[in-house]
């Protein structure tokens, strides 16, 4: 540690070994196997490279990307923004890449709610809880993900027809098409709103530090929620009232063999998604238990004689604590959700990968095809390892 | 009651203090009653109502009965040592007088007020029991300074910059101010038995319970938590100590008490305890101890 007291004889710096030449010496060592692994790994690659750029011109096949440019001609059931069959390839791409993150970003929401339920049923005293939720995991764990897809799948499609579809309650629709529910008609004052409700996100979250810093000022806490929802929910709804409260419903209804009108989730997106989401939620919910097993129960007992109350030993001491163990391994599961996601060729759900796979097919660009497909996954999974790494360093433990 | 103390006034008989592990007599920066005497005079009040009483309390882990009809009342200012081989129910008792454990049967009175499923009550005691740990079981993610400031923060609504202040003063008195921006685990043993002692008392608790709190320390740094207790008695701190630490005993003691089977079999001053045992299990309990040091 640096100490201010510290003798000054013992402020002296370690000396500096001369490096010997000799298989002996570990540093000599450690160089000579660095020079190899680099030595190896740019010969496998140059191989590779002029081996590739060989084989294309034998062929005669035109290397680079200009085939985006042109006409796809290709059919994209589910699409978040407008598309055509006659739009380009970059536009069929981007439909498949937002498509990926739609199935990878609700299923990581889901699968951690979902995962987290399940971590804490097992831990629960109550024998039938914890017993269910083990029996789920160990099932859930030990089947391969493609299986669960196809077992979903299959039920989506053993669902019955749109005519004879299941209508639990009034303008919802349940059939082998998916799931059709009311829509509300999107206006600009609806994305006013929802701009508004992240101002008072930030807004709640600016207050609840200050609120914060005026406790530790005086001692005395504050109340935060009732401002935190006032802003969270009021805001936006003030300001979809003062835009005149715009407010139109566009009902699902059967017009011959399938439904028109109101919002669908498809048998395709649906079996994806659940197949993720309980799949990706039994290894959450083993990391959630072995996190909060992490935290001895010496450091309840201990906050709990100082007089603080569960909550707030929950909050104060046992999260902290419990995150720390729980972050690393939750990032390489919310990986795993986005990679496997590309699973859903099997089922028929146009993602990145299915849609990459038929535009190759159809212009036999091989390797940019794979290139795309690459350069998406590894955009997705750095943008995920790059926020989860910031989160984890920002609560840290510093010593152990 | 078998309270066998001196008297509210009386001058108290010398005691020996002759353990060779923690000859105190040796400390120079011990408070004054130290120095003069090499033991501590009593503070019992005897004119205010008990710290502590227990009142056949009972208590089962499942059909194991660990504490069988219990009776012990501790005065203010009362110095007790609880003694007696593992697994006898010592921790379990002095849990459930900070409820960690809950009794089942019997009463349990701290400070006047009954322990029971009340919340509120439960509040009251828990902010004037003080608890030290074998273990220490000081917050891995806080520093030292945090620790101590946690619960003032939180519990007795401080503002952060007098908790800070309280909190200084307290490392300061168990000699460790250097140490406050670190993390506990960074420290010695005995620096973070310090720190928790240093955090227990920073709620300006009533009562110290302290659970074979130099156990788990390394020989060398037994001495240092003992002596902080030393201080702390010559304070008048009403304590529980759970230790085997027999010259710590003699020394602070107003009364040592034997557990054997989760029963009290004996209880009386240092002397009488240590010098006179009355029960076989007592006698056997003894031997074993001074055979192992
Ligand atoms: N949480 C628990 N669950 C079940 N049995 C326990 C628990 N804690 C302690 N015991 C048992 O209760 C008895 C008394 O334990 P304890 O009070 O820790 O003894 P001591 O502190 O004197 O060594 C022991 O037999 C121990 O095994
Ligand atoms: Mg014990």
Same mark, same amino acid.
């Given at each position: ?7 000054p004889?013992?402020?002296?710096k ?7 030449l ?6 000599i060592?450690?160089i000579?196997?660095?020079v190899?692994?680099?030595?190896v ?16 011109? #034998?062929?005669?096949?035109?290397? *680079? ?10 059919p994209?059931?589910?699409? !978040? ?12 791409l ?20 979902l ?6 049923m097992?831990?629960?005293? /109550?024998? =039938?809880?914890?017993?269910?939720a ?8 030990d !089947?391969?993900?493609? !299986? ?6 299959t039920?989506?499609? *053993?669902?019955p ?6 209508? &639990? ?6 059939s082998?098409r998916? !799931?059709?529910?009311p ?6 004052a609806?994305?006013a709103?929802?701009?508004?409700? #992240? ?6 979250w600016l207050y609840?530090r ?9 001692g ?6 009732p401002?935190? #929802?006032? =802003? ?6 003030? #300001?979809?009232?003062?835009l ?9 209804? =059967? ?5 028109r009108g ?12 659940? *197949? ?7 290894f ?5 238990r072995a ?15 100082? *007089?603080?109350r ?9 999260l902290?604590?419990?995150?720390r163990?729980?972050?690393? &391994?939750?990032t390489?599961?919310?990986? /795993?959700?986005t990679? /496997?996601s ?10 990145i990968v299915?849609?990459?796979?038929t ?8 390797i ?30 510093v010593?152990? | 009651?078998t309270? $066998?103390g ?11 203090t002759?353990t060779?592990?923690n ?9 004054? $009653?130290? @120095? ?5 005079a009593?503070?019992v ?11 056949k309390?009972?208590?089962w ?6 504490l ?32 960690l454990e809950?009794?089942?049967?019997g009463?349990?009175l701290?400070?006047?007020? @009954? ?5 509120? $009550? ?8 003080g ?32 908790a800070?202040?309280?909190?200084? +003063? ?17 420290l010695s043993g ?9 955090r227990?008392?920073?709620?300006k ?7 074979e ?10 001495? +240092? ?10 304070e ?10 027999m ?5 602070? $003691? ?7 089977r989760g029963?009290?079999? +004996?209880?009386?001053?240092? @002397?009488?305890v ?5 029960? @076989? ?13």
């Open positions: 540690m640096s100490d201010a007291t510290v003798d004889r013992f402020r002296r370690p000396p500096k070994r001369p490096l010997r000799s298989w002996a010496d570990e540093r060592r450690g000579v196997w660095q190899l692994v680099v030595g790994i740019g010969s496998i690659i140059y191989w590779l490279w002029s081996n590739t750029v060989h084989n294309l011109e #034998v062929r005669r096949i035109a290397t *680079g990307f200009g085939f985006l440019n042109r006409e796809a001609g290709l994209i059931a589910e699409h !978040l923004i407008p598309y055509d069959p006659t739009d380009t390839y970059l536009r069929a981007t439909v498949g890449v937002l498509n990926t993150l739609k199935v990878a970003v609700v299923g990581i929401v889901l699968a951690t709610i995962g987290t339920t399940i971590g804490i097992r831990l629960s005293k /109550n024998f =039938l809880v914890s017993k269910i083990g029996f789920y995991v160990e099932v859930i764990r !089947l391969p993900l493609l !299986l669960q897809l196809l077992f979903w799948y039920v989506m499609q *053993g669902l027809g749109p005519r004879q579809s299941m209508n &639990p309650v009034e303008g919802v629709f349940l082998n998916g !799931l059709l529910m829509a509300l008609q999107w206006e600009g609806h994305t709103a929802v701009l508004a409700s #992240v101002a008072g996100i930030v807004l709640a609840g200050s609120a914060r810093a005026k406790q530790m000022a005086d005395q806490p504050r109340r935060i929620w401002a935190a #929802v006032a =802003l969270i929910l009021g805001l936006p709804i003030a #300001v979809w009232l003062a005149g409260a715009p407010w139109t419903i566009s009902w699902p209804a =059967l017009r011959g063999f399938n439904f109101g919002m669908s989730i498809s048998p395709e997106y649906a079996a994806l998604l659940i *197949g993720l989401v309980t799949y990706t939620a039994g959450i919910a083993e990391v959630v996190g909060i097993l992490s935290v001895n129960t010496g450091q309840w007992e201990a906050a709990q004689a100082l *007089g603080l569960s909550g707030s030993v929950l909050r104060l001491i046992v902290p604590q419990a995150l163990v729980i972050i690393p &391994p939750m390489s599961n919310y990986l /795993n959700l990679k /496997n590309s699973l859903a060729v099997a089922i028929g759900y146009q993602d299915s849609i990459a796979n535009t190759l097919n159809q212009t036999g660009q091989a940019e095809g794979i290139a795309i497909i690459m350069a998406v996954y590894l955009t997705i999974s750095l943008s995920i390892s790059l926020f989860m790494n910031w989160y984890n360093a920002r609560i840290a433990l010593e152990r | 009651m309270r $066998a001196p008297e509210a006034g009386a001058v108290p008989a010398p005691r020996f002759h060779a592990t000859d105190l007599g040796h400390e120079t920066k011990m408070s004054a $009653a130290l @120095e003069t005497d090499g033991f501590i009593s503070s009040r005897t004119d205010a109502p008990p710290a502590i009483v227990l009142d309390v009972n208590k882990f499942g059909a194991l009965h660990v069988r009809d219990v009776d012990l009342q501790v005065a203010l200012g009362e110095r007790v040592v609880v003694c007696g081989p593992s697994g006898s129910g010592k921790s379990t008792m002095i849990r459930c007088i900070n409820r809950t009794h089942q049967e009463r349990i701290v400070d006047g007020i @009954e322990l029971s499923d009340d919340l509120r $009550a439960l509040d009251a005691i828990r902010r004037e029991v608890m030290v740990f074998q273990s220490f079981n000081l917050f891995p993610h806080l520093t030292v300074l945090e620790n101590c400031t946690l619960a003032p923060i939180w519990v007795r609504k401080m503002p952060k910059k007098h800070e202040e309280l909190a200084m +003063e307290y490392l300061t008195r168990v000699k460790i101010p250097e140490q406050a921006k670190k993390y506990p685990g960074q005995g620096q973070q038995q310090r720190v928790a002692i240093a227990a008392l920073c709620m608790p009533k009562i110290m319970l302290f659970d709190p130099t156990s788990a320390l390394d020989p060398e740094m037994i001495k +240092e938590v003992l002596d902080t207790m030393v201080m702390l008695a010559a008048g701190m009403t304590m529980i100590c759970v230790t085997h630490e010259g710590f005993a003699r020394q602070v $003691a107003d009364r040592v008490v034997f557990m054997d029963e009290i079999v +004996e209880s009386g001053t240092p @002397e009488a240590f010098n006179d045992p009355k029960t @076989e299990r007592l006698q056997l309990f003894l031997s074993q101890i001074l055979r192992g040091h």
